[in-house]
């Protein structure tokens, strides 16, 4: 079982910025795709960005690539998400998942592991 834990949310004004961490636990974490997510109230859970088992390959949801960075760092288990210019609409809970596959992939249901997932906030 792998088991993802999230850090990094906030309260934070529009225009600012937040990193997002997640760790995962296990050995394999280096060949999963990494992927993350994010649910606002009232909303279903949308695909916000991806990174591959390679480190090579990204893609992004169109509302985020200009402003959002994904990376990952295999040796501390951790993938990352940077993010900038944060707008109000991009409030919501933000979840980190895990597909063993190893393609970064949009769809959630493709996503075999979830974290718990961590609040971010952007007030006007």
């Known amino acids: 079982q792998v088991q993802l834990v999230e850090s990094g949310g906030g309260l934070v004004q529009a225009g600012g910025s937040l990193r997002l961490s997640c760790t995962a636990s296990?050995?394999?974490?280096?060949?999963?795709?990494m992927g993350w997510f994010r649910q606002a109230p009232g909303k279903e859970r949308e695909f916000v960005a991806a990174?591959?088992?390679?480190?090579?390959?990204?893609v992004y949801a169109d509302s985020v690539q200009e402003r959002f960075t994904i990376s990952r760092d295999n040796a501390k288990n951790t993938v990352y998400l940077q993010m900038n210019n944060l707008k109000p609409e991009d409030t919501a809970v933000y979840y980190c998942?895990?597909?063993?596959?190893?393609?970064?992939?949009?769809?959630?249901?493709?996503?075999?592991?979830w974290g718990q997932g961590t609040q971010v906030t952007v007030s006007s």
């Open positions: 998942a895990a597909d063993p596959t190893g393609w970064a992939r949009r769809s959630l249901y493709e996503y075999r592991y």
């Open positions: 296990g050995r394999t974490f280096s060949t999963y795709a």
């Open positions: 990174v591959g088992q390679g480190n090579i390959i990204s």
